[in-house]
């Protein structure tokens, strides 16, 4: 992007803002990447989202448009960004009055998509001393309590610009996802699918629906892109039915994951119990995000479930129980789960604790490790070492963030940011494309709004625990540079506020995409 262009957005912001703030709702539902479908835009609603929301938003509003391919990038998002070549964003460019001053075009999305993809632009990277003079006192607040780590570091060359603590290790919190997300995209990849299936034992008649670990499976009458039960069950009816079987003995096999199913915090709002069959993340309820007492059996639910839509297309069933699919068993029906891409970007978005700790079992299956909290803990510092990350010190012990035993460094989360930008490894942009927007999605939805300068243009994954506050992610500062930062703060011994604490930590990031710092 050029000087200029860069100048004409600082410029064109109020009335960008002032559009936001209008169109925020409707730009939240295109945006939000909890339950992605194919969404059909108009060119004219694109190019509206671009301008609404800013710099790094742009990208991730044209990411969620299209389907991800083996390239590693969004069909559509080339496509788009091809389209718009040479057009600016809020008045399109296109109006015949030349000399309209207010408001200037906001830059083409075809500029603004790059820095996603690592690229400099023409001015350097902020200087490091600039850098420490802005961030310094602001890391020194009393209210993020007595431990503060940071790290920024410039995506399109790796080099790290700032730097305090950079190695200590924290509690991470929610932040963790980010390497759960980074593992899960090297192993198995962007591209796997989870499957869930049912099989009829040949010598009693017996149907088995055999879990495969997707907590995104959804018994919703519109699943909206997600794996649906209603259709698994009427395939399975079908499949019964061409066999001239219209009554079964119904079971269910969760023998894929190994180990507790409950997490060491115990029963809790924000998890449910880690097992290979739940359907909409056992929430009793209608609720996508957040937490909520979850049944207290995912799999037995499931089942029930299950049987209630096979039933309803003519195949009577028994009450069902636990069971184990055997070799010998042949194939009725399956569905498969979106691509893993999609899972974690909805995982990162709405800091869903149930895809994360599923993803980690992904990973431990992929790696050759049991999956199990044990396991994933294991498998995901594996794939992040063939990676080259820096692991010094790190210690994982769920997917989630959830556990107080994780230990990350500021260091390490950086690395995994810059290196999800790095063009080298496409398979990792969706950790890019789904953190969360400043104002606009998920865990920032709230955040953020009432800071004009902020807004659609920190993305960040949040993190927070009783005396923990964390807030990793990417930014553009003034002069086009993609940053990423991570700032870990912690006290356990005195928590402090934690609204008190994301406040300042939002002022930071905040600070760190306006500075300048040249």
């Not at 083996?70 to 015949?96: F, L, P, Y």
């Not at 999956?371 to 790190?394: E, H, N, R, T, W």
Request: hydrophobic letters at 40%.
């Amino acid at each position: 992007m050029v000087v200029p262009e860069l100048r004409a957005w600082r410029a064109a912001r109020p009335h960008v803002l002032r559009i936001a703030r209008t169109a925020k709702p409707h730009v939240t539902r295109i945006t939000q990447a909890v339950r992605p479908r194919p969404v059909q835009f108009t060119i004219p609603q694109l190019t509206a989202v671009a301008a609404t929301v800013g710099l790094a938003l742009a990208a991730g509003a044209v990411a969620a448009a299209g389907p991800w391919d083996s390239s590693g990038q969004r069909t559509a998002e080339r496509d788009w960004a091809a389209s718009r070549e040479g057009e600016g964003g809020i008045d399109h460019g296109h109006t015949s009055d030349t000399s309209r001053k207010s408001p200037q075009p906001a830059p083409s999305a075809a500029s603004v998509l790059p820095r996603l993809g690592g690229s400099s632009g023409r001015m350097p990277a902020p200087a490091e001393k600039a850098l420490a003079d802005v961030l310094d006192p602001l890391l020194d607040n009393a209210v993020l309590g007595a431990r503060r780590t940071a790290v920024v570091v410039d995506v399109a060359t790796g080099k790290r610009l700032y730097g305090k603590g950079a190695d200590e290790v924290q509690i991470p919190a929610s932040t963790t996802k980010i390497a759960t997300a980074v593992a899960a995209l090297s192993a198995p990849g962007p591209d796997h699918r989870i499957q869930t299936r049912t099989v009829l034992e040949p010598d009693t008649g017996e149907v088995v629906l055999v879990g495969g670990g997707d907590p995104t499976l959804t018994a919703h009458k519109d699943p909206q892109g997600w794996a649906s039960l209603r259709t698994l069950a009427a395939d399975t009816a079908t499949a019964l039915k061409a066999r001239h079987m219209d009554q079964v003995t119904l079971s269910y096999d969760t023998s894929l994951y190994a180990g507790p199913a409950t997490h060491p915090i115990g029963n809790n709002g924000n998890l449910a119990q880690v097992t290979a069959l739940m359907v909409d993340e056992a929430r009793p309820d209608d609720s996508i995000s957040g937490p909520v007492e979850r049944v207290r059996d995912p799999a037995a639910d499931a089942a029930r479930k299950f049987a209630g839509l096979l039933q309803g297309q003519g195949i009577k069933t028994t009450s069902p129980g636990p069971s184990k699919a055997t070799s010998r068993s042949q194939a009725l029906a399956s569905v498969s789960s979106p691509p893993l891409s999609a899972l974690v970007e909805r995982m990162l978005t709405n800091s869903d604790n149930d895809i994360a700790e599923a993803l980690a079992r992904q990973v431990a299956l992929a790696s050759g490790e049991q999956p199990s909290f044990d396991g994933g803990a294991k498998a995901i510092p594996a794939q992040l070492k063939k990676l080259g990350l820096p692991l010094g010190g790190a210690d994982f012990a769920d997917g989630s963030g959830l556990n107080r035993a994780d230990r990350l460094s500021a260091d390490l989360l950086t690395a995994l940011l810059a290196r999800s930008g790095d063009p080298a490894h496409p398979e990792l942009r969706t950790v890019l494309t789904g953190l969360p927007i400043a104002g606009f999605t998920g865990t920032l939805s709230a955040r953020y709004t009432d800071d004009p300068s902020a807004t659609g243009v920190v993305r960040a994954k949040t993190g927070t625990l009783t005396g923990v506050n964390t807030l990793a992610g990417t930014v553009v500062d003034t002069d086009g540079r993609l940053l990423a930062f991570a700032f870990l703060t912690s006290d356990e011994t005195h928590p402090p506020n934690a609204l008190e604490a994301r406040t300042a930590l939002d002022h930071t990031a905040t600070a760190l995409a306006t500075c300048g710092c040249r």
